[in-house]
């Protein structure tokens, strides 16, 4: 019988790649508490319709996994969050405390082509606050982002924030004669145009209705980066990121439009600018209208969404993943033979009724088999309970990051193993 492969584009988390997702998890969950944010969750399916109104045609038609579900609905895998999240507000909007600031670590999917940190299906952090109408607002989600950037180690020359405003972008179009009904098509043009060659894309800015003069002062618009100084709330923005201590991660950028057509004014994405690749690792912006789409009343909102899988891959290329430890358990209680298994199991459940991870080796085996095992799976204590042991109430101590070992009264077990266990020499 042929082997049933996984489904293409899901992912297989084995413990050192669960390791990671983990690290990861703690980090988000660190960087959004430390300044005040509250961990929620929506469902993982959703109708189709959520997504429909404001979330672009390619990713409702092309992006999404949609199926009927037996009562003739359809359905999807949710592609993102945020229109859950305006949906659940909208539905207890006069029972909640404003602001809210909520987070979610949890899985997506999305029905794109696998590649190099592209996956159909992968976790995703998102981040908003709602209630809020302000550049100093979306200046605190920028550095909730940049607080996480460096508790992975990643520093201003690694990964770099960049920031515009829609709203901003949309009044320069005006400048430009741009008329408004062709305003997203102008953005979506701006968000394409690293994606293409410079020919094709001055080609599909006159097809989509530009003038050769339009499209001249629109490239001029997008080389200039003293642009923001002109922004009232731009230069509010960057004066709340100086006092945020988050300014030399930031930089503004009137290229960023960010694809989704719900953003209404500040935008942003921080890239890897380490390597050859300017890849994306994060973002998001102020979406002041979407609330009231999914039927609630109007409320202001900012917010952003991370990937796990290409900040992995940063991490990992830059040397950041933290050592991998195979097991949680640092002490490994061995079998000595089968008349003496119990009084294993029984040391190991004072050391775990005392706070600390304990395995116990699951069958009788030869003692350097099982300290093998236990080096192996990088543990830092052996215990030996034999039969001279267990008649003088004692047991032998091993220290395994030096070979050392000691034999120590039954009671005192504890304490010598906590004193290893904290000691410098410690994996």
């Not at 050769?212 to 618009?221: S, V």
């Not at 933290?322 to 358990?329: D, G, I, L, W």
């Amino acid at each position: 019988m042929s082997r049933i492969q996984a489904v293409k584009g899901t992912r297989e988390f084995y413990p050192e790649e669960m390791a990671l997702r983990n690290y990861i998890y703690e980090k988000v969950r660190a960087a959004s508490q430390s300044f005040g944010y509250q961990e929620w969750d929506g469902p993982f399916i959703e109708s189709i319709d959520l997504y429909a109104a404001k979330s672009g045609e390619e990713l409702v038609r092309k992006q999404s996994f949609v199926f009927e579900d037996r009562g003739g609905d359809l359905v999807t895998l949710r592609p993102e969050l945020t229109p859950s999240l305006a949906r659940m507000i909208a539905a207890k909007q006069n029972e909640l405390t404003f602001p809210l600031r909520w987070w979610s670590f949890g899985p997506f999917w999305r029905y794109e082509q696998p590649q190099k940190g592209r996956t159909r299906e992968f976790f995703q952090w998102n981040i908003d606050m709602l209630g809020v109408d302000s550049p100093e607002a979306d200046a605190e989600l920028i550095a909730v982002a940049v607080t996480f950037l460096r508790s992975v180690g990643l520093d201003p020359r690694q990964a770099t924030v960049f920031v515009n405003n829609r709203a901003f972008m949309n009044s320069q179009f005006d400048v430009l004669g741009i008329p408004r009904e062709k305003w997203p098509d102008v953005s979506s043009l701006i968000d394409r145009r690293s994606k293409m060659e410079a020919a094709k894309w001055d080609a599909y800015a006159l097809e989509i209705g530009l003038s050769q003069k339009q499209l001249d002062g629109l490239k001029t618009l997008l080389g200039d980066f003293d642009l923001w100084k002109k922004s009232e709330e731009l230069v509010r923005l960057f004066t709340a990121l100086d006092a945020l201590g988050v300014r030399d991660y930031v930089k503004f950028d009137p290229n960023i439009m960010r694809g989704l057509l719900y953003y209404t004014g500040t935008v942003f994405e921080a890239f890897e600018t380490s390597g050859s690749l300017r890849r994306a690792i994060l973002g998001g912006g102020r979406y002041d209208n979407l609330l009231a789409d999914v039927g609630g009343k109007p409320l202001p909102a900012t917010g952003f969404a991370m990937g796990d899988v290409v900040i992995g891959i940063v991490l990992q290329e830059n040397g950041l993943l933290p050592e991998f430890v195979p097991t949680p358990a640092p002490v490994l209680v061995t079998v000595f033979d089968k008349t003496l298994s119990m009084k294993s199991y029984a040391l190991a459940n004072e050391l775990r009724r005392a706070g600390i991870n304990t395995a116990v080796y699951p069958e009788p085996a030869k003692l350097p088999k099982q300290f093998k095992f236990a080096d192996k799976m990088k543990m830092r204590v052996a215990l030996v309970l034999g039969p001279d042991e267990v008649e003088k109430g004692r047991v032998v101590v091993k220290d395994l990051s030096n070979g050392s070992q000691q034999t120590v009264e039954k009671e005192a077990t504890v304490q010598t193993v906590r004193e290893i266990l904290e000691s410098k020499s410690a994996r």
